[in-house]
């Protein structure tokens, strides 16, 4: 038999128990974890958010990871040195020291030169974001550096139109690709097409259009493609500029809206799964 002291003790355990359940952080209407793959903390020659700021900003809109860029790569520096607390740092080679060289890196063998300067920091997982468009990427110097990107395992995360990335898998069918934009606006059935060809490619979905709606619903045609690639896609903010940093909080926001009206499963995929899945250490 329970002495009455004992029951007593036992009825105040239950209680405190109850008020934890209710009162506990983790509930159904927890925004979705988000992991942003198109992240450029530039510093150049400051940073638009000092990095106590930037961690900040990612914990507020519940980003618990990362593709990380930088132009120059000090950004990327900082954050890795920093080793924030619940924030995954994935850190990516961006293969431009000034803005200037996005229109001339893929002629230019500096580019080689950074990129294996770079990588001998031993924590890169990727090259890129870069720009590439059309034939421009049939180059010796892109050539080299998909070539360096498979010999090291690394993923390119590259801003470019169906036909580079066509020719990006040309010059070695083992790259793996995060195509930035999923192709602005290019058709879904040729985006489909892309994916299926090429199972090494994964879409990453800032200012792609389309997705949704004037009133914010899913588009079929979208709704369609994920349900088809549940593991192919990615989000990003790509904050290349102030204005992005400024409306970090819509654009995660706009994120979660479609989101939500997709199975729990697919958008838990989405929102951060794949990238966990991507660049889980193997
Ligand atoms: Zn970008």
Do not use: C
């Not at 400024?246 to 499963?265: E, F, T, V």
């Amino acid at each position: 038999m329970m002495d009455a002291g004992r029951a007593m003790r036992i009825a105040a355990l239950v209680a405190v128990a109850a008020v934890a359940l209710l009162t506990s952080p983790v509930s159904a209407a927890e925004p979705i974890e988000i992991f942003d793959a198109h992240l450029h903390y530039n510093w150049e020659p400051k940073p638009y958010y000092q990095l106590d700021g930037v961690v900040a900003l990612f914990r507020k809109n519940r980003v618990t990871g990362i593709l990380a860029t930088s132009r120059p790569n000090t950004g990327t520096h900082a954050l890795m040195d920093a080793k924030p607390e619940g924030l995954w740092v994935v850190p990516f080679i961006r293969p431009y020291r000034v803005r200037a060289d996005i229109q001339t890196w893929f002629g230019d063998p500096l580019t080689l030169e950074l990129v294996h300067e770079e990588f001998k920091r031993g924590y890169y997982r990727g090259i890129g974001e870069f720009h590439i468009s059309g034939k421009a990427a049939d180059t010796e110097v892109v050539k080299s550096v998909v070539n360096f990107a498979v010999a090291n395992n690394l993923y390119l995360h590259a801003h470019a139109d169906d036909e580079a990335v066509e020719i990006l898998m040309r010059h070695n069918p083992r790259a793996q690709i995060i195509w930035a934009h999923t192709g602005f606006g290019l058709s879904t059935d040729r985006v489909a097409a892309l994916l299926t060809k090429y199972p090494k490619l994964w879409g990453e979905l800032s200012y792609r259009s389309g997705i949704v709606d004037g009133g914010g619903k899913l588009s079929a045609e979208w709704r369609g493609l994920f349900e088809k690639f549940p593991d192919r896609f990615l989000l990003g903010s790509d904050t290349w500029i102030s204005e992005r940093w400024a409306s970090y909080g819509d654009i995660m926001a706009g994120y979660r809206a479609w989101l939500n009206q997709l199975p729990p499963k697919i958008a838990a995929q989405i929102a951060n799964g794949n990238a966990k899945a991507l660049f889980a250490v193997k």
